[in-house]
Every structure is written in structure tokens, then in C-alpha cells.
């Protein structure tokens, strides 16, 4: 019998009543088909995969309406987090965006260009590069990510605080290992 149809739905949101979505018609039609295989990982990683789609559509939409890309974000979003004064090196930036050197300075060029971020010299290693967000970047990134919180607080609206809490830390010990 698959998971789907055992048991009923924790959450408490929905008056106790298992709710059914593709994953479980994907799910049930395989384990009619290849009742010798285990899907319990598609019960997860399949909802996992789907929820991402979404989301992935919440940012773009989040972003454009700020004029912004989605790896526009990810730099001033980083620069954002340094604090004033909104600095980083470009190894700093290419650490926390999880990209290669000639693909940063690409995107720092296309930044400076913009007019959201810009070179300085660095003032404790002459040799060295900072890359400082403009208040132009700065109010970019802060309605970007105004924007994200509220499209991500409505994809999260169907769950209760608590099992909101519950899923990240379910989601955190999952993602350990990756990061």
C-alpha cells in the first residue's frame, strides 16, 4: 500500500484529512507498475523538486519587478549582508555565490556597468579590489528582496508557523551534507 493512502495528514491545517497531489498519482501509478521498487524518495524529493519550480518562478517575478536578474541579486544580496559599508572582495563574492573567478568578474563588469556596485582599491592592500554596492544596488536589492519575502510567505500560507519551523529544520539536517 503506497504512503500516500496509509495514514492521514499531521499538519492540523487541513481539518486531519490526507490531501493528494500529482506526486501522489506519479507515486501510486509507479507502485502499481513496480510494486518491487521502494518510491518513498519521490514522496520527498519529487514535492522538493515541484516546490522549486515554484519558487524559482516567485523570484524571477520578485527580481524583475526590482529590475533586477537573478544573479544581480545573488551579488548585491551578498554585499547587502556585509554591512556597511555594502564591501567585498571578489574572492569574498565568488565564495558566497558558488561561482568561478571569470564568471564573478563578468558579472561584476555587467554591475558596474549598471551602475549597482562599484571597483575600489582596496585601502589596507593597494593591489587589492573592492567591490562596493551604489545606493542605486542598494535600493535594487532591498526592494528585491521585499518583494521575495512576501512571495515566499504566500507559498508558505497553507502551513501553520510551527510546522513551517518543523519543515526548515527537516530541510536543514537534509541540506547539511551539501553544504
Known amino acids: 500500500m503506497s504512503a500516500t493512502t496509509t495514514g492521514t495528514a499531521d499538519d492540523g491545517d487541513n481539518g486531519g484529512m490526507a490531501a493528494h497531489d500529482e506526486v501522489d498519482r506519479i507515486v501510486d501509478a509507479w507502485e502499481r507498475e513496480r510494486p518491487d521498487l521502494d518510491f518513498a524518495p519521490l514522496q520527498v524529493l519529487s514535492r522538493v523538486g515541484r516546490l522549486a519550480r515554484h519558487l524559482d518562478r516567485a ?47 563578468n558579472r561584476i563588469d555587467r554591475l558596474v556597468e549598471r551602475g549597482l556596485v562599484e571597483r575600489r582599491t582596496d585601502p589596507n592592500d593597494g593591489r587589492g579590489i573592492l567591490v562596493t554596492m551604489t545606493p542605486a544596488g542598494q535600493f535594487r536589492v532591498d526592494a528585491a528582496i521585499s518583494r521575495l519575502l512576501g512571495a515566499e510567505a504566500e507559498l508558505l500560507e497553507n502551513l501553520s508557523v510551527a510546522n513551517q519551523q518543523r519543515l526548515a529544520e527537516l530541510l536543514r539536517k537534509l541540506s547539511l551534507d551539501f553544504d
Open 59 to 105: 523570484r524571477r517575478t520578485a527580481f524583475a519587478a526590482s529590475a533586477l536578474e537573478s544573479w544581480e541579486f545573488d551579488v548585491l544580496s551578498a554585499l547587502r549582508r556585509a554591512g556597511t559599508p555594502y564591501q567585498l572582495s571578489p574572492k569574498s563574492l565568488l565564495q558566497q555565490t558558488l561561482v568561478s573567478s571569470g564568471t564573478m568578474t
